[in-house]
């Protein structure tokens, strides 16, 4: 069982914005989690890190979540600068980083909808690739919840295929943490990540919000080939998530730019 953790004992302020730091919106902001076993895996992250698992009915399980959204008024936080509109989608892992003692997570990478691409992958050898990201959504403004949720990605790298669904009777479920809090802040608050960059060399990056308001989904189809592919979560197993969570829109600082570890 997860140990009980409380948003106000993570919660911090925002560390100012400097440099080239963005401040972004997430709409349409999803986490759509498995939960399968712990050695699937095995020899996806170094050994500075540890699988952040829970415990269900008597077996460890490790949580993988696919995040679609799409970044509205992506801009610096600092400066006067155009602002960007673009679909992505991130593949993350949950993890414990054994020299900091920190939740954080592991990215295996992200697909982009935007020519601006050539930073983060370019530039700073981020895992990004390239993928076209079509969002079809419709929230009802008197409840805040989604009549419809379709996100489809075309992408060599991530393609991508999911149908969400909101209702007032949707209730979170989420076995192996001792409360919903707790579980709420274990998916939705890791501020740090980790992966291998493009070059091989282990990369990180931070980021800052505010306490996330989401509420429970419901998964009506899913398809994700990068988790099939790697032999994660088969197809059959993509059409049974631990959870899904959306929030309609947040707001990210990132700090940029990402550093190379060690």
């Known amino acids: 069982m997860q140990e009980a953790r409380k948003f ?10 400097k440099g080239i730091d963005v401040l972004c919106g997430l709409r349409h902001f999803a986490i759509i989690t498995y939960a399968v076993p712990a050695e699937r895996f095995s020899g996806i992250f170094p050994d500075r890190f540890q699988l952040d698992t829970i415990e269900v009915d008597g077996r ?11 970044d509205v008024d992506f801009t610096s936080a ?7 509109t673009m679909g992505q989608t991130n593949y993350r892992i949950y993890i414990i980083d054994r020299v900091t003692g920190e939740r954080c997570v592991w990215f295996l990478g992200t697909t982009l909808d935007s020519w601006t691409l050539v930073v983060p ?12 990201v079509k969002f079809d959504c419709r929230l ?17 790298w991530a393609e991508a295929a999911v149908e969400l669904q909101q209702s007032e009777e949707d209730t979170f479920n989420l076995p192996g943490f001792p409360d919903t ?4 802040v274990y998916l939705t608050h890791p501020l740090a990540g980790f992966y291998y960059r493009r070059d091989g060399k ?39 998530p631990y959870c899904v969570l959306i929030e309609p829109l947040s707001e990210f600082t990132i700090y940029l730019p990402p550093t190379v570890v060690g």
């Open 8 to 17: 106000e004992d993570c919660l911090t302020e925002r560390p100012r914005p």
């Open 60 to 70: 460890t399980l490790g949580l993988i979540s696919v995040v679609p959204f799409v």
């Open 78 to 84: 600092v400066f006067p600068f155009p602002k960007f």
């Open 121 to 132: 992958r370019y530039l700073w050898n981020l895992p990004w690739h390239a993928g076209k």
């Open 140 to 156: 009802n403004q008197s409840t805040g919840l989604y009549k419809k949720y379709e996100m489809t990605t075309e992408s060599s």
């Open 181 to 184: 809090e707790s579980a709420l």
């Open 202 to 240: 282990l990369g990180t990056y931070r980021v800052w919000h505010k306490e996330l308001l989401v509420k429970p989904a419901t998964l009506k189809s899913a398809k994700f080939g990068l988790l099939s592919r790697l032999g994660i979560v088969s197809e059959s197993e993509q059409l049974n």
